[in-house]
């Protein structure tokens, strides 16, 4: 049974990943940010569920170590963070808040990972980027969280590079808005038949991890459905 590590694991988009990996015969290594969230998926036989803060890079790697037996063929890798302003409204401090959330997230994992993959023959990363991150007019009213999303891009043009010839590739997927309970919660007169359903999102993390998915090199995936 393959085994995945799947971050974010509790959250909107990180609940429907897991439940459809699970689904999909994956053994999931699930991480989640509080003790709150520690039972969400007790009813998966195949889910061992962490508390773990990933922005710290000391705690990821006692994480790691304490799982070094286990082959972990991937990691996905869903934390992150959203937050308005632009230009003037931006403050370092918030880009720093957007920075540890959406970029040093994942970078806690890559890094180690990185060198783990390289041991065990190979791996990948799947990786959330933004649409504002790619196109100036939809990041100029959020400009910390598209600085800190671009990173993502960034981040996974330097793993495709240095993993090229020792099997370890990066794919980054860019959804438009994503149906989840917060997000309808937090705009009730939004048409949802325009954003594109978590579920979708999964069953894409899905094909990616497929043995035709690993065949994709350097992978930018937008997923925007009508958005």
């Known amino acids: 049974m393959k085994t995945i590590l799947i971050t974010g694991a509790s959250g909107g988009l990180g609940q429907d990943v897991v439940a459809y990996l699970h689904e999909q015969g994956y053994s999931i290594l699930a991480t989640v940010g509080s003790d709150r969230h520690r039972d969400a998926f007790k009813e ?34 869903l934390v992150g963070g959203f937050a308005m302003g632009n230009l003037q409204e931006t403050t370092p401090d ?79 997927l860019v959804p438009s808005t994503i149906d989840t309970p917060t997000n309808r919660e937090a705009m009730p007169d939004a048409d949802t038949s325009q954003w594109v359903p978590a579920r979708n999102i999964a069953e894409t993390i899905g094909f990616l991890l497929s043995d035709t998915g690993q065949m994709m090199r350097e992978a930018i995936i937008k997923l925007y459905n009508k958005a």
């Open 44 to 77: 998966l036989p195949n889910v061992a569920t962490s508390v773990l803060n990933v922005v710290d890079e000391k705690g990821v790697a006692d994480y790691l170590v304490a799982h070094q037996s286990i082959h972990i063929q991937a990691a996905v890798l």
């Open 94 to 172: 918030l880009i720093q808040k957007m920075v540890d959330i959406n970029f040093l997230s994942a970078f806690n994992l890559v890094k180690p990972l990185m060198s783990r993959f390289e041991a065990q023959g190979g791996g990948q990363f799947v990786l959330i980027g933004a649409r504002p991150a790619l196109r100036p007019t939809d990041g100029k009213n959020v400009v910390a969280y598209a600085l800190s999303k671009s990173l993502i891009f960034q981040l996974a043009d330097l793993i495709n590079a240095d993993g090229k010839s020792k099997g370890i590739t990066a794919s980054v």
